[in-house]
């Protein structure tokens, strides 16, 4: 049994529906733990030492971000703060008249067991800002998140479809690689 420690319930149902296909066990929780300011990296090796540790569990917790390169990858790490405060509208007017819309998502995944040390998993996925929000599925970036490959946003992607290639499907299943040779 791994937990997923998050207190966002989108990411909850996506990693649910990736790890159904492995015979590996999820529960999740949130914690509500303080996460540091730092990279991706850092905030997951710290968020899942802190939780392994006060659980006595394995545990896993994710950090991701959006990185935008007209805006040299803002908001990065300070994505939810901008998600909250700036939103998807902020976002789109900060790149109004730019023409290079080119951004990735990426994910870590911090996985740690109570007595060993913290191991991260980084997923990627690269796409570009839309003009305007599209699609009322997933949450958050996600309908200005443009997947050309798709011709769709992720917001007008089901779960099943984001899961295909999303930054957290790959660093889940970059984690669940390695945890079934464990
Ligand atoms: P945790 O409790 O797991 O930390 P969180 O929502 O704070 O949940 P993050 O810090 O990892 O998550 O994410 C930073 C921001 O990016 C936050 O506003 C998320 O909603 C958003 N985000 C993360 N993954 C996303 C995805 O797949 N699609 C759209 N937005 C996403």
């Known amino acids: ?92 007017k900060l790149l109004d008249g730019v023409n290079d819309r080119y951004a990735e998502f990426r994910s870590v995944i911090g996985y740690c067991a109570p007595n060993s040390e913290p191991k991260i998993f980084l997923g990627k996925v690269i796409g570009e800002i839309a003009v305007e929000e599209k699609g009322d599925l997933g949450f958050a970036f996600d309908p200005i998140f443009y997947v050309p490959a798709e011709g769709k946003t992720f917001g007008e992607l089901t779960t099943e479809e984001k899961n295909q290639f999303s930054h957290r499907k790959n660093s889940l299943e970059k984690f669940i690689k390695w945890y079934s040779i464990q």
């Open 1 to 92: 049994m791994i937990t997923f420690i998050t207190g966002n319930k989108h990411k909850v149902i996506e990693a649910e529906n990736i790890f159904k296909d492995y015979d590996i066990n999820l529960e999740h929780i949130d914690l509500g733990y303080c996460e540091p300011q730092g990279t991706l990296e850092e905030v997951a090796i710290s968020g899942a030492k802190y939780a392994s540790r006060k659980l006595n569990k394995p545990v896993i917790v994710e950090d991701a971000g959006l990185f935008i390169k007209a805006l040299k990858g803002f908001p990065g790490t300070y994505s939810s703060y901008v998600q909250e405060t700036l939103g998807n509208q902020g976002i789109l």
